[in-house]
């Protein structure tokens, strides 16, 4: 069942007829047969305005009940929209994951919940990505090195509570003022109202973002490279040190036998 199929099950279990049904989200009359693949931050907020009590993850995966059993409480006074604004799904109802290269991440600023924006993306299937939404986006820069190259890549779970996101995580933060950052998180929301965001690599600055500066939260679970890091350094003396080592008791030993 898609997403199409699923608001008519929900249209037929309220008892309407579809074309009431378009009527009380305010579109027009054809809009539910047209919907294919994705679905606007706008028209999703519209339907929840109106059917508080519709399960919004069953609507987007299929996932759970039609119905839920307690409303959510708003995560901030500003009742930002916790879920992702735009999902986009193949022929089979299958979320894919769209890729935000470097290039694109100044568009994916202003366009993140766009349709059109995120439809022209590059999408992609990767094993072991379900049970949520996931984007992927490139590293740009080297704060994160070694954990992270530059031109490398993550693939972020989108984050709806704030507020209970774990420590230590490295996390993908969309803000209005720094961009896209990809960074290791410290989450003092309820402590500062800040999101404490650190660079691995100890030669750049750590970041303090107020949560007000938040758009979106993506915890990475995946990294993706195309390059192999050299051995560290330490590594190379203590080999070079282990040669030395066994050069001085082969030598020994040819001292011994004289």
Excluded at 178 to 206: A, F, Q
Aim: contains cysteine; hydrophobic residues 35%; glycine residues 4%.
């Amino acid at each position: 069942m898609n997403v199409k199929e699923r608001i008519k099950k929900f249209i037929d279990t309220e008892g309407l007829s579809i074309s009431a049904f378009e009527k009380s989200i305010y579109t027009s009359n054809g809009y539910i047969n047209s919907i294919s693949k994705n679905i606007g931050i706008d028209k999703l907020n519209l339907i929840i305005e109106k059917y508080p009590n519709l399960n919004l993850e069953w609507l987007i995966t299929g996932k759970g009940s039609m119905y839920k059993t307690a409303l959510l409480t708003p995560l901030s006074s500003k009742e930002k929209s916790l879920m992702p604004k735009v999902v986009v799904v193949d022929d089979q109802d299958t979320e894919r994951i769209p890729l935000v290269p470097i290039r694109a991440q100044a568009g994916y600023l202003t366009g993140y919940d766009d349709t059109t924006f995120i439809s022209q993306l590059p999408t992609y299937s990767l094993p072991n990505m379900q049970n949520g939404t996931y984007r992927m986006f490139q590293v740009s820069g080297l704060s994160m090195y070694p954990t992270l190259q530059d031109s490398s890549y993550v693939v972020g779970k989108f984050v709806d509570d704030w507020h209970n996101l774990s420590s230590n995580r490295v996390c993908v933060v969309v803000t209005l003022s720094e961009g896209i950052i990809v960074k290791r998180v410290t989450n003092t929301l309820d402590k500062y109202g800040t999101l404490y965001c650190k660079s691995d690599n100890r030669d750049y600055p750590h970041i303090s973002v107020p949560l007000e500066e938040i758009q979106e939260i993506w915890e990475c679970k995946m990294h993706l490279s195309f390059e192999f890091l050299d051995p560290v350094t330490n590594y190379q003396k203590i080999a070079a040190l282990e040669a030395d080592v066994a050069y001085l008791k082969e030598s020994l030993k040819k001292l011994n036998t004289l």
